[in-house]
Nanobody
Framework: VQLQAFGGGLVQAGDSLRLSCAAS????????MGWFRQAPGKEREPVAA????????GYGDSVKDRFTISRDNAKNRLYLQINNLESEDTAVYFC??????????????????????WGQGTQVTVSS
């Protein structure tokens, strides 16, 4: 199993970024997927999650409507669009694969403990 997140970098406040996650080694279309982030000195927190078909999406409490999660099951890719970046968004962003046994296509989870496979993360640094 491999989850390779990329697309991070050093940006200025107000910029936009699109993070991508390339998945391999498992049946990507069957898994709930999520993005999480961890800032220095803080615990890892959920950013967004998406159901296996993309019909259901959810966002963490600290995330505002500037974030959009999406997926392309044909390409085994997960995405996170972040608009109007703020300094508080500075963190390492991780993609992760969650449950594959949900009975409904629109179900997802934001619970870190539900995720089975994790990527190595991509650093996003926002300068103000």
């Amino acid at each position: 199993v491999q989850l390779q997140a990329f697309g991070g970098g050093l940006v200025q406040a107000g910029d936009s970024l699109r993070l991508s996650c390339a998945a391999s080694g498992f049946s990507f279309p069957y898994y709930v997927m999520g993005w999480f982030r961890q800032a220095p000195g803080k615990e890892r927190e959920p950013v967004a999650a998406i159901s296996r078909t993309g019909d259901g999406t959810g966002y963490g409490d600290s995330v505002k409507d500037r974030f959009t999660i999406s997926r392309d099951n044909a390409k085994n890719r997960l995405y996170l669009q972040i608009n109007n970046l703020e300094s508080e968004d500075t963190a390492v962003y991780f993609c992760a694969a969650g449950p594959s046994n949900y009975k409904t296509d629109n179900r997802y989870t934001l619970s870190t403990n539900d995720y089975l496979y994790w990527g190595q993360g991509t650093q996003v640094t926002v300068s103000s």
